[in-house]
């Protein structure tokens, strides 16, 4: 048999068995001042993933789980504000139709980081593409159907069109109906699918989204606050508000984590680490995480705006913008007519062109039938028609004629005359073909008959029997 033998607990177990939960957040807060000051500051738990795993390369492309951050010289000249739309317009435009998918997604029960991803995806494309070419609330439609796919939630196309119709009636104060599947719906459905494939396209399949949700949890418990819940859920709220301004697609997740817990902790007046900065630990920067709080903020300030409105000035520009481009069009398709003609002036003025001699073509039957004046004009509709199915007939028959002797060709290996004994023999043993056919058609309708004769005699002398049966049954009655 096997003894066990247990050791007697030392004094390090036994002490972090029966330790408080002070003592443990103190020690948590020790070790990371620890950490600041005998370490170099961390850039991010992304980045020191990355640094532990190089990323994949295939050529010219490099696979990496990290969010697509855009330049600043992207950010300054949008798409729309290069088609004529006012910079406020377009922030307004951006900040309902993120709260339109954040609104359709709970309507839909769709999970946050399904709602987060479309509202990402919604923001990256329309920094390549303008709000006066692409319909903002179509593209909503194709962002959200996309992230429902992307985190595996997935929702059908006709659900993500009743809700919105349904927001959409809400919000004007229309009364509630279901949408009507005529050509309206189907179109629009059409366009949805084309606007996720879009979607797709420019942002070339690279709708990887790592959002700040898990960061913020994983960041309040090394600092030691994992139990402060209202904490926790301030930072959570200002991360979702966040999603309607840019800062998605200018900083990095860990900042943006840290720029919410900085502000979180500003305004339930937390006091914080602040020789060094907490924030260090993370690898966030203090002007970023000031100009994040800034966005956040400037999203509270600002008056709510009228979609109405913003619709008619998106309609007025794009009314101008297919003006333009029914006008560059006909420019252009102008000029290429202008190129496409010959060269007149290529002859000098003194050399007179010379023309070429026409070469003369007699007369065909054609052109003769044609100029001569025909003696049937006079004649009625109904002489025509008989002229052509007599001309129709006639055709058939020298068709047929000319089968036969084509025929007759293929057997003696010439076509005989008409008089000549080779063609009577021929036309004999036709004969005789065509008398035994019906001969034999005529068989055929004589056993047809006979059969029938039979039938009906069998029929009567059924009758006939059930006749007699009734008459002997009442003679028998009778009697």
Same mark, same amino acid.
């Given at each position: ?13 036994? +002490? ?86 954040? &609104? ?12 987060? &991803? ?62 009507? *599947? ?151 398709? *102008? ?102 056919? +019906? ?9 047809? +008959? ?30």
């Amino acid at each position: 048999m096997t003894s066990f033998v247990l050791a007697a607990p030392c004094s390090v177990c036994l +002490s972090a068995i029966f330790l408080t939960d002070e003592d443990r957040s103190e020690r948590k807060m020790s070790a990371a001042v620890g950490d600041l000051n005998g370490m170099t500051p961390m850039k991010g738990a992304q980045q020191t993933a990355a640094a532990t795993q190089p990323p994949q390369t295939y050529g010219k492309i490099s696979l990496q789980l990290t969010n697509c951050l855009l330049p600043e010289e992207k950010l300054s000249p949008t798409p729309s504000e290069v088609d004529g739309l006012d910079k406020e317009v377009e922030i307004d435009l951006r900040i309902i139709g993120c709260e339109l998918i954040q &609104t359709a997604g709970m309507l839909l029960k769709l999970p946050q980081v399904a709602m987060a &991803t479309a509202q990402v995806l919604f923001q990256r494309f329309y920094y390549s593409k303008s709000f006066v070419r692409h319909p903002m609330e179509i593209f909503a439609m194709g962002c959200l159907c996309l992230a429902s796919k992307i985190e595996e939630a997935p929702r059908r196309v006709r659900d993500v069109i009743n809700v919105f119709s349904h927001i959409k009636q809400v919000d004007s104060g229309k009364p509630i109906a279901p949408v009507v *599947l005529d050509q309206i719906y189907s179109t629009l459905k059409i366009q949805v699918i084309k606007a996720e494939r879009r979607v797709l396209k420019e942002l070339g399949f690279c709708v990887h989204v790592k959002h700040p949700h898990k960061i913020i949890v994983i960041y309040l418990q090394m600092l030691g606050f994992e139990k402060n819940e209202e904490f926790m859920q301030c930072s959570w709220n200002y991360m979702n508000d966040s999603l309607r301004t840019n800062v998605f697609v200018r900083y990095d997740p860990e900042t943006i984590a840290c720029a919410c817990v900085y502000l979180s902790a500003k305004k339930l007046k937390i006091p914080m680490l602040k020789e060094p900065p907490w924030y260090s630990l993370f690898g966030a920067k203090e002007d970023d995480l000031l100009e994040i709080c800034y966005s956040i903020l400037r999203l509270y300030n600002r008056p709510k705006a009228n979609a109405d409105k913003l619709e008619r000035i998106v309609v007025e520009l794009q009314t101008k913008y297919q003006e333009e481009r029914a006008r560059q069009r006909k420019l252009a398709g *102008l000029l290429n007519s202008a190129n496409n003609t010959p060269a007149q002036n290529s002859l000098s003025p003194s050399t007179p062109a010379v023309k070429k001699p026409i070469p003369e073509v007699s007369p065909s039957k054609e052109t003769r039938r044609s100029d001569t004046p025909s003696p049937h004009k006079h004649k009625s509709k109904s002489s025509k028609k008989h002229r052509q199915s007599s001309t129709s007939l006639s055709r058939s028959r020298s068709r047929s004629r000319d089968r036969g002797r084509k025929k007759l060709k293929s057997r003696n290996g010439s076509i005989s005359p008409p008089h000549s004994p080779d063609y009577k023999r021929s036309h004999k043993s036709r004969e005789k073909r065509y008398r035994s056919r +019906s001969r034999s058609r005529d068989r055929r309708d004589r056993s047809r +008959s006979r059969s029938y004769d039979r039938y009906k005699y069998h029929e009567k002398s059924k009758k006939h029997k059930y006749r007699d049966d009734a008459s002997r049954k009442r003679k028998e009655i009778r009697r």
